[in-house]
């Protein structure tokens, strides 16, 4: 018989619903059962594409005997962290405070005040590599919490205690120099593998924020060091098996240092950013990998991801059907020679495997390989090739689909929106931006109340119980402003001023200028989470720095420029310390040493063929952070355009920077170079 998980809309908490384990979800009313019934909670995080996540609860949430003996005991939690970013938070950091590391499943236990007292991740059915069986843990926690409870009250007391006295970072209100940026840019070159690419060792994750800052510190200084870590690293990373040879898009990390194995789930928000960033590489080198990967990236989030709303859904499985019946990571995307000869043929089938990299040893696991690009030298026939990854994509398609995670999460969303909107634009694909007003308009129809409030989730058109956090109002905003500045649409610009009102009163912190992740009247937990760093994604934090900065650029609003830098302090003090870390910020923090530029395209349409030519090289201009707005010299929906004629009837642009403003020009080249001086 379903538990209560059934009425839930996440996807990951309908996973459960069939459980023995008599979930609940986040509630008041889970806490208020624990205190009636004087038994602790499980708290059990994950979210639907996690691979131990899969495995823990087939091995023991799926399981009678554990059900049962969890159900007589406890009150079982079941939190999506992608909808709940704020519980997972929060736990998370006890988590890591307590053990020095952290992960999904996380599982915690808690007092039915919600403290925690004891911690963990993944627990295994029986016990094995020095971890007690999850059996062993529910015992050990049931014991103390019948015979030592005051010892459990004085544990979960003290770990609250600490949480609430850790403070994140000092930060004063200025916002890092030159210098600052200058050292994060020493620090990041130190940490940088210059034989495979990236920063660090193994798990080696994408690092789509630190990227976006190297490619605009290159565009406003001209350092070739950071543009070459940039290109060397998109160009590694394409050529791996993180990236999908066949059908486009990133998997979520590799487990390995040189880009082969990749973590096989692929998320929204990783293929939102990489867009985003390969796109911006070709605007800044012309690279033709660049643009393929940007446009196959595109196409891969518009193919797969799109839901019928017109959203885009979160997650992709790394596991799938191989065929047999059971669930395999990596089933969908392996290949081995042998395969590839019965799809291709003798000669194509070892040309394939040849030019994909696939070895009778495997690069992966049985002798299987995952597809890679590892020839730089050589001629390959183009159509061959072409015709190859034709037909192998087709016979993927036979094969067993990974799950689709098909919630529709605001914040990363907002960051396909850019993606798409910007890609579309510099490739001259007008249905890449089309896909990106739909999912715009989705956020608005579904996501937004009333008063302008964001909902974090929907699905299937449904809109979630839960409050959009910091990162979603920022993350939307973005996309609603790179929208505005691709469409010459100025209702996306309100719609961004709506949302950043709502940092300003709700969010930021009016004495210091810092930012939570919950709004001031959200449910409250044991710690108001706030976290300048950046994880996955940009921070909330640093997001909205980002936007507040680009909105005050489009508007000359000083309320909303003030708090940008004010809220970039904190890159002041962790950029130069932990730059791999706080990327977004740094990124954020070249814009506003650029200015950020702001151009006005003035002309009669952007149908005009000679308004059209000065838009998209305002748009193809690489000066950090410039924001565009484009109309008629009579429109009232962008400030920017307010007392911008033409000149000598022509079309004209006009570019202005800190308060200063150049003479406008009909000429799309004498643009581009207002736009790309260093």
Known sequence: MPNRLARETSPYLLQHADNPVDWWPWSAGAFEEARRTDRPVLLSVGYSS????????????????????????????????????????????????????????????????????????YFPPS???????????????????????????????????????????RHGDRAPGEQDLAQALLGLTREYDPQRGGFGGAPKFPPSMVLEFLLRHHARTGSEGA?????????????????????????????DRDWVVPHFEKMLYDNALLCRVYAHLWRATGSGLARRVALETADFLVRELRTPEGGFASALDADSDDGTGRHVEGAYYVWTPERLRAVLGEADGDLAAQYFGVTDEGTF??????????????????????????????????????HRDDKVVAAWNGLAVAALAETGAYFDRPDLVEAAVAAADLLVRVHLDEHGRLARTSKDGRVGPNAGVLEDYADVAEGFLALASVTGEGVWLDFAGLLLGHVLARFADPATGALYDTAADAERLIRRPQDPTDNATPSGWTAAAGALLGYAA???????????????????????????????????????????????VVGPGLADERTAALHRTALLGTAPGAVVAAGTAESDEFPLLAGRPLVSGEPAAYVCRNFTCDAPTTDPERLRAALNAH
């Open 127 to 169: 016990p094995r590599h020095g971890m007690p069986s999850f059996r062993q843990v529910l015992e050990g926690v049931r014991q103390a919490w019948s015979t030592r409870r005051d010892e459990v009250a004085e544990v979960a007391g003290k770990i609250v205690r600490d949480l609430a006295q850790r403070e994140i970072v």
């Open 50 to 121: 996690c691979h131990w996540c899969h495995v823990m609860a087939h091995e023991s949430f799926e399981d009678r005997a554990t059900a049962d003996y969890l159900n007589e005991h406890f009150v079982s939690v079941k939190v999506d962290r992608e909808e709940r970013p704020d519980v997972d938070a929060v736990y998370m950091e006890a988590v890591q405070a307590a053990t020095g590391h952290g992960g999904w499943p996380m599982t915690v236990f808690l007092t039915p005040d919600a403290e925690p007292f004891y911690f963990g991740t």
């Open 554 to 600: 489009h508007t000359g609003s000083e309320a909303h420029r003030t708090a940008a830098e004010r809220a970039l302090g904190v890159v002041k003090t962790l950029g130069p310390r932990v730059p791999r870390f706080i990327g977004w910020g740094l990124a954020v923090a070249e814009a506003l040493l650029d200015g950020p530029r702001e151009v006005a």
């Open 365 to 402: 696991e049985h002798g299987q390989s995952v597809l890679q690009l590892p020839q730089t030298e050589g001629v390959f026939d183009a159509g061959r090739i072409d015709s190859i990854r034709d037909r192998l994509l087709a016979e993927r398609a036979r094969r067993p689909a990974p």
């Open 227 to 255: 543009l070459q870590m940039a290109q060397d690293t998109c160009e590694r990373m394409a050529r791996g098996g993180i990236y999908d040879q066949l059908g486009g898009g990133f998997a979520r990390y590799s487990v």
